[in-house]
T-cell receptor, first 115, second 115 residues
């Protein structure tokens, strides 16, 4: 079975600082990987996804993630944090079974942004 | 126009009661899901339906019964509610695709509190 591990349940940065949220995956086949964001009291919104087309994936709101097979990682970064980036971030891997997929989520990382 | 909508947004009920959560998507997707997010923000799939047919059932207690009257709707009925059922329940949908890289669209969630 596939899984993802997110290191750090909380990450705190100052506004304008680099954001780095870590995600490592475990998969016996080439994975499809996703980052979702959850703002307070809202549903999940897709930030970006890796589908093997390119190892550096650009998403919405200035986020990007790099797929590194050698490190089994898919870390999420943003050069300069904004107050509005404060949210819960989830890494997920797509598990495909008999043609249908389900998302297996990591435990999430809460990003705190201070002025 | 909301893509995936759930009702109600909040639900407070007593132990032993039966309750339902409704979900509708207007994206024309074939596949719908129920995910449960516990108090530690961990997200786990419960069910998946494709064109009204149950595809995934992740060892959820029999007290939980999903019903899909048509491919745009997936309701969740819960019998004999227990304290441990308190969580946020998310409905999601995606287009039927074998590749596994399909984005899932999430509703805003239903916060269920059992007292």
């Amino acid at each position: 079975a596939q899984s993802v591990t997110q290191l750090g349940s909380h990450v705190s940065v100052s506004e304008g600082a680099l954001v780095l949220l870590r995600c490592n995956y475990s998969s016996s086949v080439p994975p499809y990987l996703f980052w979702y964001v959850q703002y307070p009291n809202q549903g999940l919104q897709l930030l970006l996804k890796y589908t093997s087309a390119a190892t550096l994936v650009k998403g919405i709101n200035g986020f990007e993630a790099e797929f590194k097979k050698s490190e089994t990682s898919f870390h999420l970064t943003k050069p300069s944090a904004h107050m509005s980036d404060a949210a819960e971030y989830f890494c997920a891997v797509s598990e495909v079974n008999t043609g249908f997929q389900k998302l297996v989520f990591g435990t999430g990382t809460r990003l705190l942004v201070s002025p | 126009d909301t893509a995936v909508s759930q009702t109600p947004k909040y639900l407070v009920t007593q132990m032993g009661n039966d309750k339902s959560i409704k979900c509708e998507q207007n994206l024309g997707h074939d596949t719908m899901y129920w995910y449960k997010q516990d108090s530690k923000k961990f997200l786990k799939i419960m069910f998946s339906y494709n064109n009204k047919e149950l595809i995934i059932n992740e060892t959820v207690p029999n007290r939980f019964s999903p019903k899909s009257p048509d491919k745009a709707h997936l309701n969740l009925h819960i019998n004999s509610l227990e304290l441990g059922d308190s969580a946020v329940y998310f409905c999601a949908s995606s287009s039927h695709f074998h590749g596994g890289d399909t984005e899932a669209f999430f509703g805003q969630g239903t916060r269920l509190t059992v007292v």
